[in-house]
């Protein structure tokens, strides 16, 4: 049990983690990302801005002002390039190392990807004095238009190392987180574990000792019995109720010590052998004959074949007389009981099915629960103390096998038990 919750706890504190580490990563690759290609964008707005002067000297004279040295010659350090244009859209001149081929968009400012290739284009106006960036200008004449172009090779591969880089870093985290979880949920669970452990000490305890004083007391209740005439009739109903008590508190403190000890038993117990669970459920069955007959309901065998299995006979003849007998006392005079078993790949299912009263949906997730009883079965008719189920489905899981149930209210319950073939 505490290794399940063990596991879980370590991944719903590894799930949270890594959510809180991808979330930080993503936040931090778009910060980065973003804040590369603003630095781009601002390197081609310079480099623009910073050939607008020259757009009239292109028009004048050519490629040859180009090839002057020019005041913003220290921009082409890079893979830039510039390019001019006229109003109409077309190129006078250019120079750099690479250029986009896409063709000129007329507008005021735009930015633009092509591959690897990024490009920022300004219109550029003038007044009666100089050429000008547009800037919520009016009344001034478009001179032309100024491309300028950056590769963005360098910033991919800064992108790249970024990626790489917060992956390994949460990779790593997440090793050291995951060695820091697993010794966190140990000492978590470390105190609850002790306090169930010593739970289950007292309970194996405190029913092995009541035992002894339960069994005096109905040794003694049956001695008097035995001698009617000694006893004074107004008395003889209260004896009855006495062992009645007795009986249920003899079974009870049965039950607890066997879950108890069940609970604390970390290997197989001796005694496991290979056995046929035919014969388990017709010694079973026979058992409970006359009970049923006594109530009027009818047990049917269906399709019982000879599959061997490994176990310990006593226990899975507890495991299937707690599953025929909660059949039993849920179904109503003339109703039938029904055990059939089938095998499905690598395991062999044995299905206990009543017409009785049945379990209401919400009440499903709780039937296996200790002293768990449904309120339509709590009725001082119907005896029992709610530890059936809970003990079919601990010798069931000890055997490596499970038992599920499907239920309709008013038409009757069906269990099925899973065990490993031999």
């Known amino acids: ?20 580490l991808g979330t930080s990563s993503i936040a931090v690759y778009v910060f980065v990302t973003r804040s590369h ?24 004279e050519g490629l040859q002002s180009i090839n002057q040295d020019l005041p913003w010659r220290e921009l082409f350090k890079r893979d830039q390039s510039l390019e001019w244009f006229d109003a109409n859209g077309k190129i006078l001149a250019r120079k750099g190392k690479l250029f986009s081929t896409l063709p000129l968009r007329r507008t005021d400012q ?29 009344h001034l004449e478009l001179e032309g238009y100024i491309r300028a172009s950056e590769s963005t090779k360098e910033t991919e591969i800064a992108i790249a190392r970024l990626i790489v880089g917060l992956g390994l870093g949460k990779a790593i985290a997440l090793i050291f987180i995951a060695i820091g979880a697993v010794w966190l949920t140990q000492q978590a669970l470390e105190p609850i574990e002790k306090s169930f452990q010593r739970l289950k000490e007292f309970t194996a305890d405190a029913s092995h000792e009541l035992r002894n004083p339960l069994t005096a007391i109905s040794t003694a209740i049956e001695v008097m019995q035995s001698h009617p005439e ?9 004896l009855v109720a006495i062992a009645s008590a007795t009986e249920q508190l003899i079974s009870l403190s049965e039950d607890l010590l066997f879950l108890a000890r069940t609970d604390a038993a970390v290997a197989p117990p001796a005694g496991w052998k290979h056995l046929y669970l035919n014969e388990i459920l017709y010694n079973t069955i026979e058992l409970f004959k006359p009970c049923a007959r006594e109530k009027g309901i009818t047990l049917k065998l269906q399709f019982i074949p000879s599959i061997l299995v490994n176990g310990e006979p006593t226990q899975l003849k507890r495991l299937f007389a707690n599953l025929i007998d909660n059949a039993i006392k849920y179904t109503i005079t003339g109703g039938s009981v029904i ?19 049945g379990i209401a949906p919400e009440y499903l997730p709780f039937v296996f629960q200790r002293f768990w009883r449904a309120d339509k079965a709590r009725s001082p008719k119907t005896k029992g103390l709610g530890l059936g189920l809970a003990i079919a489905q601990t010798i069931a899981h000890q055997h490596g096998g499970k038992i599920t149930v499907s239920s309709t209210l008013g038409e009757g319950s069906c269990f099925q038990v899973y065990l490993p073939i031999a």
Do not use: W
């Open 1 to 20: 049990m505490f290794q399940y919750l063990r596991c879980r706890l370590l991944l719903s504190y590894l799930t949270v983690m890594a959510a809180v």
């Open 110 to 138: 735009i930015i633009q990807q092509q591959g690897q290739i990024r490009t920022l284009t300004i219109a550029v106006y003038s007044d009666s004095h100089s050429s000008v960036v547009a800037n919520n200008l009016q």
């Open 230 to 238: 000694r006893i004074h009739p107004s008395d003889a109903k209260k």
């Open 339 to 357: 055990i059939s078993m089938v095998q499905q790949k690598r395991c062999i299912v044995v299905r206990v099915e009543d017409d009785g009263i």
């Open 37 to 60: 290609e603003q630095h781009l964008n601002n390197q081609l707005l310079t480099l623009a801005q910073a050939a607008v002067p020259s757009l009239k000297d292109v028009k004048t």
